[in-house]
């Protein structure tokens, strides 16, 4: 007989259909095919949600690791931006990204079962990311200041976070799991979109994805 999924299983279910280690942008990243200019779209529009999560902490009553990721927010603009002649844009040029900053300040400004479920959809994929986005640095992007890779190299390691908001998701009450779930899912789509917006300029005579 089957085992019934935890709700952090579940997460991890709609997390697998949009994984950001799999999304084009991620893997031509990888690959050392994506354009410079196209890193520098990233830092400046994907760092308006980096902004955000810092507030996703402080909404579950983690004051303590929502200062650090504040912190970790300004070496994003002061390491990885910077080093991309670039900055963190305040709003966003990519509709994208625009929809995720937007989604990521409603989902963490409403009740601790929705902000968990949103901050565990980007947590738990985050060490995987870190390293990946950090090795294409290392490897095909030598000419860039290795300050870009600052922000990942903090977080290639960062499993501890995902293993305590999956631990706070599943000792929710049922009607709070519901929550968390539908919102993991919804940041999921909205973080794999911004990377879809983010990549389209780039992707000359290729649809988008839907």
Same mark, same amino acid.
């Given at each position: %007989?089957?085992? #019934?999924?935890? =709700? ?19 893997? =031509?990243?990888?690959?050392? #095919? ?11 529009? *994907?760092?308006? $949600? ?6 996703? +902490? ?7 690791? /929502? ?8 070496? +994003?603009?002061?390491? $990885? /931006? /910077? ?33 968990? !479920? ?16 950090? #090795?294409?640095?290392? #490897? ?40 968390? &779930?539908?919102?993991?899912?919804? %940041? ?8 879809? !917006?983010?990549?389209?300029? *780039? ?6 994805? &839907?």
């Amino acid at each position: %007989m089957s085992k #019934t999924k935890t =709700a952090s299983e579940i997460c991890d279910d709609h997390i697998r259909l949009r994984s950001l280690l799999e999304h084009s942008f991620y893997v =031509a990243w990888s690959d050392g #095919t994506l354009p410079v200019a196209a890193l520098k779209d990233y830092a400046r529009d *994907y760092g308006s $949600f980096i902004r955000t999560v810092g507030d996703g +902490w402080a909404s579950i009553g983690e004051p303590h690791i /929502a200062g650090i990721e504040a912190g970790h927010a300004e070496v +994003w603009g002061n390491t $990885f /931006a /910077a080093g991309l002649d670039t900055s963190v844009a305040d709003v966003p040029h990519t509709p994208e990204a625009v929809e995720l900053a937007r989604a990521a300040q409603e989902l963490f400004g409403a009740n601790r079962a929705i902000s968990l !479920g949103a901050l565990y959809a980007f947590e738990a994929q985050q060490p995987l990311t870190a390293q990946s986005k950090l #090795t294409g640095l290392q #490897t095909h992007y030598k000419d860039l200041p290795d300050c870009c890779g600052e922000y990942f190299r903090l977080h290639c390691d960062d499993h501890d976070e995902p293993i305590f908001l999956a631990g706070q998701i599943n000792a929710l009450p049922t009607s709070d799991r519901e929550s968390a &779930v539908a919102a993991c899912a919804r %940041m999921t789509r909205a973080l794999h979109d911004a990377l879809t !917006g983010l990549h389209a300029p *780039y992707l000359a005579g290729v649809a988008p994805r &839907v």
